[in-house]
């Protein structure tokens, strides 16, 4: 079993900064891709940025140039820092990771979610 758990949301006027946690723990052999998603009410959940273990991005176009995704392979974690906020990123943000357990399954898993709110 993996268990992901994220910190680091707040509430933030527009223009500032945030930097999101998203720590993998449990019965894992290897990491592949982890990431971050957000959803708002009524909307599907949609892909902020994800990581590869090799270190590739990969970018939503309305994230690109603000927000910079991060990994620690070491800690299994993962690290999204926003900047230039806008109050449109406002949402509730998820942590994703895919990888291979020690009983070598596959797994993907989600965080419980930690919610960002952005002021104008």
């Known amino acids: 079993q993996v268990q992901l758990v994220e910190s680091g949301g707040g509430l933030v006027q527009a223009g500032g900064s945030l930097r999101l946690s998203c720590a993998a723990s449990?019965?894992?052999?290897?990491?592949?891709?982890m990431g971050w998603y957000r959803q708002v009410p009524g909307k599907q959940r949609e892909l902020v940025a994800t990581?590869?273990?090799?270190?590739?991005?990969n970018y939503a176009d309305s994230v690109k140039g603000r927000f910079t995704i991060s990994r620690d392979n070491a800690k299994n974690t993962v690290y999204l820092q926003m900047n230039s906020l806008k109050p449109e990123d406002t949402a509730v943000y998820y942590c994703?990771?895919?990888?291979?357990?020690?009983?070598?399954?596959?797994?993907?898993?989600w965080g419980q979610g930690t919610q960002v709110t952005v002021s104008s």
């Open positions: 994703n990771a895919e990888g291979v357990t020690r009983i070598y399954r596959s797994f993907r898993g």
């Open positions: 449990g019965s894992i052999f290897s990491i592949d891709a």
């Open positions: 990581i590869t273990s090799g270190g590739s991005t």
